[in-house]
């Protein structure tokens, strides 16, 4: 469908993509200013409103019931909110795992969700400064990179593999 690059309109404005020979897509993100604090957890939105939890142990955490429950909280009305837990294994590697609204359940990954959470890591000096983190989520791998000045996260990217994972059709 393209080359090596593109530029989409998502919900949340623009975006531009790289696509290189390794199967690797970059994209880029909206710039981040906004941080709120819920309890120990950060709330970010990264073009979709996130709750970031860090955690001991991410296998641990009960993603539907944790998560639902956060999801649906009064605080998070009337829209709701994705909830994603995060594990860090060391400054620049954690393991996530996100319940997501729309979807009402886990997913595999989110990339709006690990962009946040990279954010929040960073915001929350877990990162030691690091402005490239890792993630291992069920679905794969994502690597964040992203400048930041004072509170302010631009030159944001998002990076994982382009891989084919379905195909269907709709008898209409």
């Known amino acids: 469908i393209i080359n090596n690059t593109t530029k989409f309109n998502a919900v949340d404005g623009f975006h531009s993509a790289f696509y290189d020979n390794t199967m690797q897509v970059k994209l880029e993100m909206q710039d981040v200013t906004e941080f709120s604090k819920v309890g120990s957890a950060l709330v970010v939105d990264t073009g979709s409103p996130h709750y970031i939890e860090l955690v001991e142990d991410v296998q641990a955490v009960n993603i539907q019931k944790e998560g639902a429950a956060i999801r649906y909280s009064d605080a998070f009305l009337p829209g709701g909110i994705n909830v994603n837990f995060v594990e860090k294994e060391d400054p620049t590697h954690y393991k996530i795992r996100t319940y997501e609204r729309g979807v009402e359940g886990e997913t595999l990954a989110c990339g709006t969700g690990t962009v946040a959470a990279a954010l929040a890591m960073h915001y929350n000096s ?32 998002l990076t994982g593999p382009a891989v084919f994972v379905f195909s269907g059709s709709i008898d209409i």
């Open 126 to 157: 877990e990162s030691a400064n690091a402005t490239e983190l890792h993630f291992k989520a069920l679905g794969g791998d994502l690597t964040v990179s992203f400048e930041v000045s004072n509170v302010s996260y631009h030159s944001i990217f």
